[in-house]
C-alpha cells in the first residue's frame, strides 16, 4: 500500500527518478536498485521456486484505437479477475473499475521528466476510482477530471501523431488497470524498455498485414512504427514476431492498404464490451 500510495502521490518524482531524469537520481542510483529489489521481491508468491520480475509488477497491454476508446465507455462496474490470456505476467491483471465513468487526464509523467517532450503533456488517462479522484486531488495543477467523450478526444488525437495506446497494470495500484497512457518512442519509458529488451508490454492480440496490390510504397507505416515492425521492399513488409498490433500503421497509410488481423499466438485482445458480455453470461 505505502509502494502504491507514494507512486500515485508523487507520479512526476516517482517516474523522473525512475527514468534517470531527475538531477538526483545519479546520486541515489544504487538506493534506488536496493529499493526497486526490495519491491520485487516483496511482490513474490508464497512459491518459493517462482521468480517474479520486473515486469510482472508493473506493465502494460497494447490496445488499438478502438479498444481504447472502449474502455473509457464503460458505464458500470466491472468485475473481470485473473486475465491470464489477456494479460499474460504472474500479477497485476485484473480489471475491476469502480465508478469507470470517472476519469482523469494529467500530464504524461514521462514527458514531463524529458527536458524537450513531446507535446501536448496532457495524455495519460486515469480510469476509475480511487485512482481518477486520488491524482486530481493531488496534482491539481497537472490533472484535471474529463468526460468519456474528451477522453476519447485524447485518444484519437494521439492516434493521429503515432502514438501508442496502452491499458497499464501495476500490482502497487492494487494489482489491476488503472490507466491509458499513450506512448512515444522518444518519452515513454515502457516503449524504451520494451526495445531494450524488458518484455513489459503484452501484445493487443492483432498484427499488421499489408494488401500488396493497394500499397504505394510511400513509406509512412514504416518511419512511425513505434516498435519497428515494418520495413520498405517496394511495398511496406511485416515483420509478424515484432509487430504488437498496436495500430498506430492504419492511419498514416493514404492507401488504406494496412489492416489488423487476428493472431492466436499473439494473445487474447483486451476488448473489454467483449470481456463484459462472455462475463455476464457465466
Known amino acids: 500500500l505505502l509502494h502504491g500510495y507514494l507512486y500515485a502521490r508523487f507520479p512526476y518524482f516517482y517516474i523522473a527518478m525512475g527514468t534517470g531524469q531527475h538531477p538526483l537520481a545519479k546520486r541515489?542510483?544504487?538506493?534506488?536498485?536496493?529499493?526497486?529489489?526490495?519491491?520485487?521481491k516483496n511482490a513474490g508468491s508464497s512459491d518459493p521456486a517462482a521468480t517474479v520480475k520486473f515486469a510482472d509488477t508493473y506493465h502494460g497491454k497494447?490496445?488499438?484505437?478502438?479498444?481504447?476508446?472502449?474502455?473509457?465507455?464503460?458505464?458500470?462496474?466491472?468485475?473481470?479477475?485473473?486475465?491470464?490470456?489477456?494479460?499474460?505476467?504472474?500479477?497485476?491483471?485484473?480489471?475491476?473499475?469502480?465508478?469507470?465513468?470517472?476519469?482523469?487526464?494529467?500530464?504524461?509523467?514521462?514527458?514531463?521528466?524529458?527536458?524537450?517532450?513531446?507535446?501536448?503533456?496532457?495524455?495519460?488517462?486515469?480510469?476509475?476510482?480511487?485512482?481518477?479522484?486520488?491524482?486530481?486531488?493531488?496534482?491539481?495543477?497537472?490533472?484535471?477530471?474529463?468526460?468519456?467523450?474528451?477522453?476519447?478526444t485524447i485518444l484519437e488525437a494521439e492516434d493521429k501523431r503515432g502514438h501508442v495506446h496502452h491499458a497499464f497494470f501495476k500490482d502497487a495500484m492494487l494489482g489491476r488497470f488503472y490507466a491509458i497512457c499513450n506512448c512515444c518512442t522518444c518519452c515513454c519509458a515502457a516503449l524504451q524498455a520494451q526495445r531494450n529488451g524488458t518484455p513489459m508490454l503484452a501484445s493487443s492480440g492483432y498484427a499488421a498485414q499489408v494488401e500488396a496490390n493497394q500499397c504505394?510504397?510511400?513509406?509512412?507505416?514504416?518511419?512511425?512504427?513505434?516498435?519497428?515492425?515494418?520495413?520498405?521492399?517496394g511495398m511496406a513488409r511485416v515483420d509478424v514476431e515484432r509487430c504488437m498490433g498496436c495500430g498506430v500503421c492504419l492511419g498514416q497509410c493514404p492507401a488504406g492498404a494496412i489492416s489488423l488481423t487476428r493472431m492466436e499466438s499473439k494473445g487474447t485482445p483486451l476488448e473489454i464490451e467483449a470481456l463484459m458480455q462472455a462475463a455476464s453470461m457465466r
Open 216 to 233: 504505394a510504397g510511400c513509406g509512412n507505416c514504416v518511419e512511425i512504427c513505434p516498435f519497428d515492425a515494418l520495413t520498405l521492399d
Open 62 to 152: 497494447v490496445v488499438p484505437l478502438q479498444a481504447a476508446r472502449q474502455l473509457v465507455s464503460v458505464h458500470e462496474p466491472v468485475n473481470l479477475p485473473n486475465l491470464e490470456p489477456i494479460v499474460p505476467y504472474a500479477k497485476a491483471r485484473d480489471i475491476i473499475l469502480k465508478n469507470p465513468d470517472h476519469i482523469a487526464v494529467m500530464y504524461c509523467p514521462c514527458r514531463t521528466a524529458r527536458e524537450h517532450p513531446c507535446l501536448p503533456l496532457d495524455v495519460c488517462l486515469e480510469v476509475g476510482e480511487p485512482f481518477a479522484s486520488f491524482v486530481v486531488e493531488h496534482n491539481p495543477q497537472k490533472a484535471r477530471m474529463i468526460t468519456s467523450e474528451e477522453a476519447q
Open 28 to 40: 541515489l542510483a544504487p538506493l534506488l536498485a536496493w529499493i526497486g529489489n526490495l519491491i520485487i
